[in-house]
């Protein structure tokens, strides 16, 4: 079955705990994105990669990590999270061409 | 740049009345677009798309056709369900890159 999973699906931490999310797909797609989605600010990207070790920032890039070095895997990291990172982060992907892009189930975060 | 903006909500119907939820866009070249649905504590799920002007988009029930002329691309349904209760998401995808709007919670009462 064709799908981006994403660990874990919640997870509660402390101000400067450094934590990684995992996303992993399985329909070999160049294109992967991280999102974070916040009331009545839609779906925001956090960073998005073109393929392996190909990465850029998209709009909300400050305080987040990504690394490629799989093209099945995008893990996105904290460093330091803080409370405004308290959010829905969903992670996605998506071919060349025209199609829409897989989103995976949601990571649920919150910082305290 | 490009983006998506489209209706805010809440919109709350009853069963079986007509739905549109409103989306325009601002893209330069030949966007595809798409309606994505998220139910209750999921991830996106792709709804239906168009890829050209004048196209028409379909899935459960649901359709949107692509307006080049008017830069929209809203939603209908012709008779909505309690089971169609989520919440909606215009986007486009230019250049490898998607763009979304808000979202638009839906709530359909028997």
């Known amino acids: 079955e064709a799908q981006v999973t994403q660990n874990p699906r919640y997870l509660i931490t402390v101000t400067g705990k450094k934590l990684t999310v995992t996303c992993s797909q399985n329909m070999n797609h160049e294109y992967m994105s991280w999102y974070r989605q916040d009331p009545g600010l839609g779906l925001r990207q956090i960073y998005y990669?073109?393929?392996?070790?190909?990465?850029d920032k998209g709009d909300v890039p400050e305080g987040y990590k990504v690394s490629r070095k799989e093209k099945r895997n995008f893990p996105l990291i904290l460093e330091s999270p803080s409370p405004n990172q308290t959010s829905l982060y969903f992670c996605?992907?998506?071919?060349?061409?025209?199609?829409?892009?897989?989103f995976g189930q949601g990571t649920r975060l919150t910082v305290v | 740049g490009d983006s998506v903006t489209q209706m805010e909500g809440p919109v709350t119907l009853s069963e079986e009345a007509f739905l549109t939820i409103n989306c325009t866009y601002t893209?330069?070249?030949?966007?595809?677009l798409f309606w994505y649905v998220q139910y209750p504590g999921e991830g996106l799920q792709l709804l239906l798309k168009?890829?050209?002007?004048?196209d028409k988009g379909s899935n459960k029930g649901f359709e949107a056709t692509y307006r080049k002329e008017t830069t929209s691309f809203h939603l209908e349904k012709g008779s909505v369900q309690v089971s169609d209760s989520a919440v909606y998401f215009c986007?486009?995808?230019?250049?490898?890159?998607?763009?979304f709007g808000t979202g638009t919670s839906l709530t359909v009462i028997p």
């Open positions: 990669s073109m393929n392996v070790e190909v990465t």
């Open positions: 986007a486009l995808r230019a250049f490898n890159q998607f763009y």
């Open positions: 168009a890829t050209k002007a004048d």
């Open positions: 893209a330069t070249g030949y966007p595809s």
């Open positions: 996605a992907s998506h071919p060349g061409g025209v199609d829409g892009a897989f």
